[in-house]
């Protein structure tokens, strides 16, 4: 979907536009769009970091496009590639964006709460990746979804139109559903895996955001059927 390529394209663009960049202006795009749980502790000010209030508020979105070095995109882009393409079939370019803005806030939020006072910026598309992982555990597992065992006899199969389109899943229907769970407790042991070895993962001093990850996950998970426009009882022929 043209949503998901043209934010890839933003994200990759942002990190070329910073690697020409002298290292004083990266230092302030850091400051005015990376997501730092600083500005917002108790008894800090405005004029602490650049951007004030107003970057209060977007830096809960915009560190979303910000990465840390090549391989941290590398890492991001397919996740966010290929999760975002089955969400966006489903929900449509506008609800979709909305839906990547709200799951970005629900993991920088999930991060200032466990990290009040933290100065170290936070940036990376993992927490809306999470979102969207989470979104597709609501509808990805189902008979003919695009995570479901192919069934020759189903007529979505093959089809990555229809397969995004299948009904979603009740909440009581994933507790029965085997893949769904296993989906789940993976993501949470791969997070747990990052809390010990953060170093392995992304080199000596490197900390990894893995309660935005959390954050994210529930976010995408429980905003789901807000966002979407099949429901639980009847697909649609095509998606928005």
């Known amino acids: 979907p043209g949503v998901v390529v043209t934010l890839a394209l933003v994200m990759v663009g942002v990190h070329l536009l910073r690697s020409v960049w002298s290292p004083q202006v990266d230092l302030w795009i850091l400051e005015l769009f990376a997501f730092v749980p600083d500005r917002f502790a108790a008894g800090g000010t405005d004029s602490a970091y650049l951007g004030g209030f107003p970057a209060e508020i ?7 496009f910000l990465h840390a070095d090549a391989m941290h995109l590398i ?8 999760f975002g393409a089955v969400v ?5 370019t ?26 170290q910026p936070v940036i990376g598309a993992s927490g809306i990746v999470s979102g969207l992982m989470g979104a597709v555990v609501r509808f990805g597992f189902v008979r003919g979804g695009p995570m479901s065992a192919p069934d020759p006899s189903d007529e979505r199969a093959g089809d990555v139109y229809r397969s995004a389109t299948v009904p979603a899943a009740t909440f009581r229907q994933l507790l029965t559903e085997p893949r769904a769970i296993f ?3 993976a993501f949470f042991l791969m997070n747990l895996l990052l809390v010990f070895g953060a170093e392995a993962f992304a080199g000596p001093g490197a900390s990894i955001a893995w309660e935005a990850h959390i954050g994210g996950f529930l976010t995408g998970l429980l905003v789901f059927s807000l966002f979407d426009p ?3 009882e009847a697909p649609r022929e095509h998606p928005e």
């Open 94 to 119: 506008m609800r979709f964006l909305v839906f990547a803005v709200l799951t970005a806030a629900g993991a920088a939020a999930a991060h200032m709460w466990s990290h009040l006072d933290d100065v």
């Open 88 to 92: 966006a079939r489903r929900f449509g």
């Open 75 to 82: 890492v991001n882009i397919p996740m966010f590639a290929a």
């Open 58 to 64: 977007w830096s809960f979105v915009t560190y979303a």
């Open 183 to 185: 989906f789940v407790l």
């Open 230 to 232: 099949v429901g639980t």
